[in-house]
């Protein structure tokens, strides 16, 4: 089943907007991370932030996790024509100490930005 | 540059015929892994490795097989026994046997699959 799981499943703004994306999840995580796709190819990675971490910034991007409400949130400042793309949330069990193999991704959201 | 590369962009499956897509990187990372795409999906764990010849299920193993006799290369062969084989496959590797649990994941750009 999948742990992560965003919402909304696609989001439509216009250039110059900020876009919000949320992501919920059911046990308890070790590390949250955001990942990027542009139609056709692969995920890029984006931000982790640990279960220890509130908020982190990267560049246009600040990422929030509240573990009270198991949830995390992907904030994209002044968006552009070029962030269009999924952007999927994926998270590493608490209790997993070996490889980042149970690394479980949602479904992601489709973000359009018009220009 | 370093990255990983897979091969073929696309492949074309035969009824009862097994086809193996590649995935070589030169990233000097010890772990790499094989992910399933459907449209509108996630992604789902296939196969991964942490160290050269040794390899484990993921979670929707059946119906593929893995080697990893190279730190650099896991190809991944798709049997005729997966029946829904039509799919976008993404491999991707990881650094640092000693920590794994706080590095990202580094993506190939996919292999799309589809049955003839």
């Known amino acids: 089943s999948q742990q992560g799981e965003e919402d909304p499943q696609a989001l439509s703004i216009q250039e110059g907007e900020n876009a919000t994306m949320n992501c919920s999840y059911k046990?308890?995580?070790?590390?949250l991370q955001w990942y990027r796709q542009n139609s056709g190819r692969g995920l890029v990675h984006l931000i982790l932030i640990r279960s220890n971490e509130r908020e982190k910034h990267s560049g246009r991007l600040r990422v929030t996790l509240d573990t009270s409400k198991k949830s995390s949130s992907l904030l994209i400042t002044a968006s552009r024509a070029a962030d269009t793309a999924s952007y999927f949330c994926?998270?590493?069990?608490?209790?997993?100490?070996?490889?980042?193999?149970?690394?479980?991704f949602g479904k992601g959201i489709t973000l359009s930005v018009r220009p | 540059d370093g990255g990983i590369t897979q091969s073929p962009k696309y492949l074309f499956r035969k009824e009862g015929q097994n086809v193996t897509l590649s995935c070589e990187q030169n990233l000097n990372h010890d772990a790499m892994y094989w992910y399933r795409q459907d449209p509108g999906q996630g992604l789902r764990l296939i196969y991964y490795?942490?160290?050269?010849?040794?390899?484990q299920k993921g979670d929707i193993a059946e119906g593929y097989s893995v080697s990893r006799e190279k730190k650099e290369s896991f190809p991944l062969t798709v049997t005729s026994a997966q029946k829904n084989p039509t799919a976008f496959y993404l491999c991707?590797?990881?650094?640092?046997?000693?920590?794994?649990?706080?590095?990202?994941?580094?993506f190939g750009d996919g292999t799309r699959l589809s049955i003839l």
């Open positions: 490795s942490q160290i050269v010849n040794d390899f």
């Open positions: 994926a998270t590493v069990p608490l209790l997993y100490t070996g490889a980042n193999s149970k690394l479980t």
């Open positions: 991707a590797s990881s650094i640092d046997r000693q920590s794994y649990s706080n590095q990202p994941q580094h």
């Open positions: 046990t308890s995580i070790n590390n």
